[in-house]
């Protein structure tokens, strides 16, 4: 194209501005014919590119042409640029065998040395029944604060419970103090509601990571959540409660058993579901635990009585640290765990927990941002932040109705991006929703595991954790592909736990004390 040079400035610009919009419906055109592979979008109105408005229904329904996962189809590259979070069936089929074969590693004398998922014996072999009677103490230690519940069990079920702080100076203090610390509150908490000549049995949930040696007996491997209390790591933690309660010697507690924060999970469903078998956590991190037959516990080194079976923790959030996941994972999540403190490790709950999926989702975005697809091309110091974009942004940028994009535009003016078009906000959500349906999916995949194994006609599966509680869309979806994925003419239910770490360890005592009789 020859451009003749005008007499005066006024004629050169309008000449320059004819051809530059000459080259720019040269460009939109090759542009469209590229991406889109002959579709004939120039001739489509706006409300056909974008594609027909879809209900929470037809998100949730399986189909295998991708776009109807998602309200808003977004331009081709977009699309092709997230096509790499869409797992297909053949991808989650694979990822089930892995993982079954994974735990059987995990279960396995010779095997378990060397597996990623660890499969503890909780030592819990019982579950409540219903017909617990009686009044039980809980103790929940997982953070930066602790909880002392008293569970009263019976025709009226009643919970009474305080919030305790851990000072800063006990998390890093000598390991008598914080126990001294737990006991001096668990005094003052009995003292108030006048319970000191009474026998206590208390369930403790301890959320650190533990070898379990018995149902009273569990041994800190190392501390995290800011803790450093010196003298711990490798002590039985139950020893170290007892002898703080026995050095003031002013309450009568027994306790009788200890827990992590998914056998509890299980414990608190089932008290209320009888066919409850495997409990799961997806919040800020991940796990599962389910019940297993004895004779595929080789681990086993307890009796072999009635009954014949045994919670198994299985550290879960592991699977994938030997590679075997490698064939789905993406640059976002090889870059994800290089800037986490533990690379290498929790492949799997990268994948699909709280603490990474908001991340994950803002790599995409700044990725986008770089091709010239959001925002005109322009980022914003905020969202160039790591960690700026939260979890929590996806469910509520999915908690818009199609087409209404008032959460997400509130987000964007959050981080900085207040021009957003409507085109914008749709490529937004549309990331979001492949970052939480392949969490969700994944998810899926374990929980199918899981019911294979144990095998039973019937099976609720509780489930607890921020991700599953807010996402709008997160059970749905697991249920969907779950029904994909485990055998023919089973059942099965997802059902959230009500206080899992609190009531579950109190049912625990409950339980081995209705056993102890």
């Known amino acids: 194209m020859e451009i003749v040079a005008a007499a005066d400035s006024d004629e050169r610009g309008l000449t320059l501005l004819r051809v530059v919009g000459q080259l720019q419906r040269v460009i939109v055109f090759l542009h469209s014919f590229a991406c889109d592979r002959g579709h004939l979008w120039s001739t489509q109105s706006a409300e056909a ?35 790499e979070l869409i797992l297909s069936q053949e991808n989650l089929k694979e990822v089930c065998d892995v993982l079954h074969e994974e735990l059987n590693k995990g279960l396995g004398k010779d095997t378990n040395p060397e ?28 953070g930066t604060n602790f909880r002392v519940l008293l569970i009263q069990l019976g025709e009226k079920c009643s919970m009474d419970s305080r919030i305790y702080a851990v000072p800063q100076p006990i998390m890093v203090g000598p390991g008598d103090g914080l126990f001294d610390h737990i006991a001096e509150c668990l005094a003052s908490f009995i003292k ?20 379990q040696e018995g149902l009273t007996k569990a041994r800190l491997a190392r501390w995290t959540k800011g803790f450093k209390c010196a003298g711990v790591e490798g002590r039985d933690v139950v020893e170290l409660l007892k002898a703080a309660i026995a050095r003031r010697g002013d309450c009568k507690i027994k ?32 796990n599962a635990c389910y019940m297993e037959k004895l004779e595929k516990v080789e681990l086993w080194d307890g009796d072999l009585d009635e009954p014949h079976q045994v919670i198994i923790n299985t550290e879960w959030g592991a699977f994938g640290d030997n590679g075997c996941l490698d064939f789905i994972r993406t640059e976002y999540d090889n870059n994800i765990d290089c800037e986490s403190i533990n690379p290498g490790r929790q492949l799997y709950e990268k994948m699909i927990s709280g603490m990474y999926m908001g991340e994950i989702a803002r790599q995409v975005i700044i990725r986008l941002v770089a091709e010239g697809l959001l925002f005109n091309g322009n980022s914003s110091e905020i969202l160039e932040e790591k960690g700026s974009f939260f979890t929590k942004y996806i469910s509520e ?52 595991v899981l019911l294979n194994r144990i095998g039973e006609e019937s099976v609720t599966v509780a ?11 997160f059970h749905n979806l697991m249920t969907e592909q779950i029904s994909h994925l485990i055998k023919p003419g089973m059942k099965f239910g997802l059902m959230l736990s009500e206080d899992g770490s609190g009531r579950g360890a109190a049912l625990v005592a409950a339980v081995a004390s209705r056993n102890s009789r």
């Open 115 to 142: 597996a990623t998922i660890k499969c503890f014996p909780t030592y819990v072999r019982e579950l409540p029944n219903g017909k617990e009677k009686g009044r039980f103490l809980a103790l929940d230690l997982g």
């Open 192 to 211: 108030e509601r006048e319970l000191g000549d009474e026998l206590l049995p208390l369930g403790f949930t301890f959320s650190f990571p533990c070898k």
């Open 463 to 473: 489930v607890d954790g921020s991700v599953y509680r807010f996402h709008p869309h």
């Open 49 to 83: 590119r974008q594609g027909p408005v879809m209900s929470d229904e037809q998100i949730t329904k399986k189909d295998d042409d991708v776009s109807r996962y998602f309200t808003s189809p977004p331009a081709s590259l977009v699309r092709e640029i997230c096509e």
């Open 255 to 286: 306790v009788m058993g200890v827990l992590n924060d998914a056998t509890g999970c299980l414990i608190s469903c089932a008290f209320a579901k009888q066919n409850c078998r495997a409990g799961i956590i997806i919040g800020t991190g991940t």
């Open 397 to 448: 940028i999915e908690s818009d109705k199609p087409g209404d994009y008032n959460n997400c535009r509130v987000i964007l003016e959050e981080l900085g991006l207040n021009s957003a078009t409507d085109t914008d906000c749709a490529n937004v959500r549309h990331v979001c929703e492949c970052v939480s349906r392949r969490a969700a999916y994944l998810a899926a995949a374990g929980v199918a």
